[in-house]
């Protein structure tokens, strides 16, 4: 009866035992071989759809105001419209008093910033530094209070805002600017703690509601009922380190000043030796504008598309709003000093994505790093990806 039972619990045998090994190092190097053959693949994805610029402030800062491109501008107006002025720099403005583009961008530019480098304006209310540009609130019905926000805009700090409806027309949302369209000028009204405002900046009636949104701060006649951020690589004696190369300068986040009459921009360097910066712009150029997919690529100027031949027109308000999906920034930006034992091979830096590559974009542009001014410097291409939350 023993012997039985033993006979039961005899394990494998020596043959079955190799024959198990033998299958499962096969299944692990055929499971390996596959493995190896996505993983490049999934760092291409990867890197195309997401930023790698963890631990700097200051692109951490670029990152959030893209991300908020567009945030409380209208997209209607009345007739005559507000008239109201915007920045010195004439080039990226819009029409006075037309509607505002959220994003504007130059495209390889060979004056007013570093040679070559691209130029980005982001344009939202929340696109300052003032308090009350980072508040808003909403006003429903007649002499209703406030249902949100209410603590944060301050009556005491005489906040400036504009004032925005929205409505639904043929399916588009409408955001009309609220402004007496005899005062033009008067585009913007203290906000008020209690919600009680007068003609026009008080809802018409009970079914409607304003949303208010902060502009400035002790200022009676902002300039704009919108605010502006510049993005843009430059060199200004004084400002970039003696530590840079040459070819590189400083990364400016440049604010429209509301409160001075010559149209001024407060510089504020955010990144040291920054050798060049691209903007690439993803499209959805399809029947479905309301779709987040991504079917074309260009530069910053809508120049050299990587899928459909139908290109956003970048001077109409509408089209970034209901097209734009996606902003990529690239900044070549210098890791260290000089190092006169270290040379540099690479004779092609991509700024961009290699192309043919899943996400990839023709709108690449190649630095040789073998030239005098980048060939003793080891650098970084610092990369952010965003998809603004607030065109349409």
Not at 27 to 48: D, G, R
Not at 115 to 138: E, M, P, R
Not at 315 to 324: H, N, S
Request: charged share 20%; net charge negative.
């Amino acid at each position: 009866m023993q012997n039985r039972r033993l006979a039961k619990n005899n394990g494998f045998t020596l043959i079955e035992t190799l024959i198990t090994m033998v299958l499962f190092i096969v299944v692990i190097m055929i499971t390996a071989s596959i493995f190896e053959k996505m993983l490049p693949k999934t760092k291409i994805i990867t890197k195309s759809e997401t930023s790698n610029i963890e631990g700097v402030v200051g692109l951490e800062m670029f990152r959030r105001d893209l991300e908020q491109a567009g945030f409380g501008l209208y997209t209607d107006v009345d007739n005559p419209p507000p008239s109201f002025s915007e920045a010195a720099s004439a080039g990226y403005n819009d029409d006075a008093g037309g509607i505002p583009r959220a994003i504007v961008t130059g495209n390889n530019l060979t004056s007013g910033v570093l040679s070559g480098s691209d130029y980005l304006v982001i344009k939202a209310t929340n696109a300052a530094l003032n308090l009350a540009s980072q508040c808003w609130t909403v006003v429903k019905g007649l002499g209703a209070s406030t249902i949100w926000g209410a603590d944060d805009l301050q009556e005491s700090r005489k906040d400036q805002v504009a004032v925005v409806s929205q409505s639904y027309k043929n399916g588009d949302l409408q955001r009309k600017l609220i402004y007496d369209p005899g005062a033009p000028s008067a585009f913007t009204v203290a906000y008020r703690a209690d919600g009680n405002y007068s003609y026009p900046f008080t809802p018409s009636s009970s079914d409607k509601q304003y949303y208010y949104y902060g502009i400035d701060v002790d200022n009676t006649a902002p300039r704009a009922p919108f605010n502006r951020t510049d993005y843009f690589v430059k060199q200004i004696a004084g400002d970039v380190p003696d530590r840079c190369s040459p070819a590189a300068g400083v990364l400016y986040k440049s604010v429209m000043n509301q409160d001075q009459d010559d149209g001024s921009m407060q510089d504020i360097p955010l990144l040291d030796c920054v050798a060049d910066m691209q903007v690439v712009l993803g499209w959805n150029t399809s029947g479905d504008p309301a779709g987040n997919a991504v079917d074309t690529y260009t530069d910053a100027d809508g120049s050299n598309p990587s899928g459909s031949a139908v290109v956003p027109d970048l001077d109409d308000p509408k089209e970034i709003r209901t097209r734009l999906k996606l902003v990529k920034v690239y900044l070549l930006v210098q890791d260290g000093g000089a190092d006169r034992n270290y040379t540099n091979t690479n004779t092609a830096m991509e700024i961009g994505e290699t192309e043919g590559t899943p996400g990839s974009t023709a709108a690449t542009k190649t630095i040789d790093l073998t030239q005098p001014n980048y060939l003793h410097y080891r650098w970084r291409l610092y990369r952010l990806v965003v998809r603004p939350k607030n065109l349409m």
